[in-house]
């Protein structure tokens, strides 16, 4: 059973969040459920975004090391994808 809910993205983006969240959606990641459970601090999920998108939207992470990052997740998350 979680210990957090996750928020309405609609909801979300009725607050400073929403550029955040559009860029997430139109870039497809990180997923929408970032927001989601990170919206209960919009600081945190603000600085976190900023932090996230600095290190994989500008080339500073290799594709290689992107990829070990995804497949580590998805193991983490027992997600098949």
């Not at 600095?54 to 998350?77: D, P, Q, W, Y």
Request: a positive charge; one cysteine or more.
């Amino acid at each position: 059973m979680p210990n957090i809910t996750m928020l309405d993205i609609d909801e979300l983006k009725k607050t400073k969040l929403k550029p955040l969240i559009e860029q997430c959606l139109e870039h497809r990641a990180p997923d929408p459920a970032f927001h989601a459970m990170m919206g209960h601090n919009p600081d945190l999920a603000q600085a976190m975004f900023v932090a996230w998108s600095t290190c994989f939207n500008t080339g500073r992470i290799s594709h290689t090391l992107k990829e070990i990052i995804r497949v580590m997740l998805s193991r983490m998350a027992a997600c098949s994808y």
